[in-house]
């Protein structure tokens, strides 16, 4: 579903809360913490981009570790479920006129790493790394365009490949709106980047619980949804 942007009094062009940079920058946090929450603390495992999961399931075949083969494709069936249930939510939440579907995702996830949050170190970790795939899924899924250009919150390769696209573009064609796409994604980058930063450090220090650092992340997105009524 294409949404087509609203115009403010001025008639100019309103961009959609959920495109807003501060939204996207806010979830790429939100995306970095949580790669760095897993590694660390559930198995070692990255939950938002499946590609690494995907290789260490391949390894671990390869090696006849079909045990630890099928720990890997835990997160990997997680996070193409995410995206089936985004799907749906999309389909159900867009006829309903007082609440967005992008809302209701950011409340799923604020319920969902609430819970994850109690769940202490001792419990297997694939019962974690499932349910954290599963948001990073649908995060990824909801939110894919910022100041209108399209980029992963819980991700970098995507994003890394377009900055530099859009550098090359301002470099040797002097396209200005390319040296703005490379500035977007570069602060999206260096927020994911400090995420994992953050992640790593609260980790180590505060344990399992430190994953609600990332409800007070989302509470504030949500926030800004519910000013903006848009």
Same mark, same amino acid.
């Given at each position: 579903? @294409?949404?087509?942007?609203?115009?403010? !009094?001025?008639?100019?062009?309103?961009?959609? !809360?959920?495109?807003?940079?501060?939204?996207?920058?806010?979830?790429?946090?939100?995306? #970095?913490?949580?790669?760095?929450?897993?590694?660390? =603390?559930?198995? &070692?495992?990255?939950? +938002?981009?499946?590609?690494? +999961?995907?290789? =260490? =399931?391949? @390894?671990?075949?390869?090696? #006849?570790?079909?045990? &630890?083969?099928?720990?890997?494709?835990?997160?990997? !069936?997680?996070?193409?479920?995410?995206?089936?249930?985004?799907? *749906? @939510?999309?389909? /159900?939440?867009?006829?309903?006129?007082? *609440?967005?579907?992008?809302?209701?995702?950011? =409340?799923?996830?604020?319920?969902?790493?609430?819970?994850?949050?109690?769940?202490?170190?001792?419990?297997?970790?694939?019962?974690? +790394?499932?349910?954290?795939?599963?948001?990073?899924?649908? &995060?990824? +899924?909801?939110?894919?365009?910022?100041?209108?250009?399209?980029?992963?919150?819980?991700?970098?390769?995507?994003?890394?490949?377009?900055?530099?696209?859009?550098?090359?573009?301002?470099?040797?064609?002097?396209? /200005? &709106?390319?040296?703005?796409?490379?500035?977007?994604?570069?602060? *999206?980058?260096?927020?994911?980047?400090?995420?994992?930063?953050?992640?790593?450090?609260?980790?180590?220090?505060?344990?399992?619980?430190?994953?609600?650092?990332?409800?007070? *992340?989302?509470?504030?997105?949500?926030?800004?949804?519910?000013?903006?009524?848009?």
């Amino acid at each position: 579903m @294409i949404e087509k942007s609203k115009k403010d !009094s001025k008639g100019i062009n309103k961009i959609p !809360s959920h495109e807003l940079f501060l939204v996207g920058g806010l979830l790429a946090v939100v995306g #970095g913490f949580l790669d760095a929450y897993t590694y660390i =603390l559930r198995g &070692q495992v990255f939950a +938002n981009a499946q590609t690494g +999961n995907v290789v =260490l =399931l391949a @390894i671990n075949i390869a090696k #006849g570790a079909f045990y &630890q083969a099928g720990f890997y494709l835990i997160p990997i !069936s997680a996070f193409a479920l995410g995206v089936y249930i985004t799907e *749906i @939510i999309k389909s /159900k939440f867009t006829k309903i006129a007082f *609440i967005k579907w992008e809302h209701f995702v950011i =409340l799923i996830e604020i319920v969902l790493l609430l819970t994850v949050g109690f769940i202490p170190k001792s419990v297997p970790p694939g019962i974690v +790394n499932v349910t954290v795939s599963f948001i990073c899924s649908i &995060q990824v +899924n909801s939110f894919r365009k910022i100041s209108g250009i399209t980029y992963a919150s819980t991700m970098c390769t995507g994003n890394l490949r377009s900055c530099f696209e859009n550098l090359y573009k301002y470099t040797h064609c002097r396209n /200005k &709106q390319a040296l703005l796409s490379c500035l977007k994604y570069m602060g *999206i980058i260096l927020l994911f980047i400090s995420g994992a930063c953050i992640g790593a450090v609260l980790s180590k220090s505060i344990g399992c619980h430190c994953i609600w650092f990332c409800d007070i *992340i989302l509470i504030v997105v949500f926030l800004i949804f519910t000013i903006r009524q848009d």
